[in-house]
């Protein structure tokens, strides 16, 4: 199944069950949050294609991020990702990322949705995208077995980890991790995809479908999921190690290999197309999952601080 939140007709957000070329409406004020956490997510889209409250067309549709996560975590899963950037900073391919699926914790206050225009973070002259694809967790866990991991997964989304490179590597360098360099958009969409949709196309770590990014109507970006290095279910292991995972986090794959403009920047500095700017037009698709379209605008101007930056 694919669930999806729209803006309705009648003027309100709805949480919505794709079927074909048509959007089955559940009542009015029901988030997938909602939905997620009254549990049997299948069973809840079948009454909503039933009875729903409207049905409307998809295309056309003006789509939010499917639901606003309770936490969001993203993970280092591919690491041909992280080799190709390593020529762009100071930051070494480290053998410890062979034994875990290091991660980060990013701003669920700054989620947007899969066609929103995106702002330039404040103070950055080397704004990028990166490809990814997430988890969302349907079932709450701590400590979660790998055997069993999977069994906490929702379903599956795209998620672009829009980040200001320049302040990112200024930041990094103080070993605390990304902060602000990752702090201004992260878009999640456009659907959520159940698990069952994607079984046929499982490949060792991840399945067997490709991931493609665009700018400005450009082929940038092209790589496939089954290149991932870390399984969802590790990440889902390591990062519920002593906590609980909660129904609606999201865990994040990290970028595909050549994902984002900063590997391109590290690879071929001669012939870099140059970062994202105003006007640019960004569009991701992974299949099986759809696509992400949105046009990068111009950002507030940063505020100085006590010491002028």
Known sequence: ????????????????????????????????????????????????????????????LALRAPLQ??????????????????????????ERHHQFPVFYFSNTAAVVGPHDDVPIAPGSERFDYELEVAVVIGKAGSTIPLDRAEEHIAGYLMLCDWSARDLQMNEMALH???????????TLGPM??????????????GFDLEMTGYVNGELV????????????????????RGTT????????????????????????????????????????????LGELRQQVVAGVKAEPLSSGY
């Open 192 to 205: 959520l995809v159940t698990p069952d949709e994607l079984a046929p196309y499982r490949s060792r770590n």
């Open 245 to 288: 995972l909660r129904v609606g986090d999201v865990i994040g794959s990290g970028t595909v290999d050549t994902g984002c403009l900063l590997e391109h920047y590290s690879i071929d500095r001669e012939n870099f197309r140059g970062w994202l700017q105003p006007g640019d037009e960004v569009r991701l698709v992974v299949e099986k």
């Open 69 to 94: 996560p309770r936490s969001l975590r993203d993970c280092m899963g591919f690491l041909q990702h992280l080799r190709n950037c390593s020529g762009a900073s100071d930051l070494k391919v480290d």
């Open 1 to 60: 199944m694919r669930f999806v939140t729209y803006n309705s007709p009648a003027g309100d957000d709805r949480v919505g069950v794709v079927d074909g070329a048509q959007v089955h409406g559940f009542a009015p004020g029901v988030t997938l949050l909602d939905v997620l956490d009254a549990g049997d997510l299948h069973a809840a889209g079948e009454r909503a294609a039933a009875a729903p409250s409207e049905t409307v067309p998809l295309d056309g």
């Open 176 to 186: 605390l991790g990304p902060a602000k360099g990752k702090d201004t958009a992260t």
């Open 221 to 240: 970006s092209r790589g496939r999921w089954n290149t991932i290095d870390w399984a969802f279910a590790d990440m889902i292991t390591y990062t519920s």
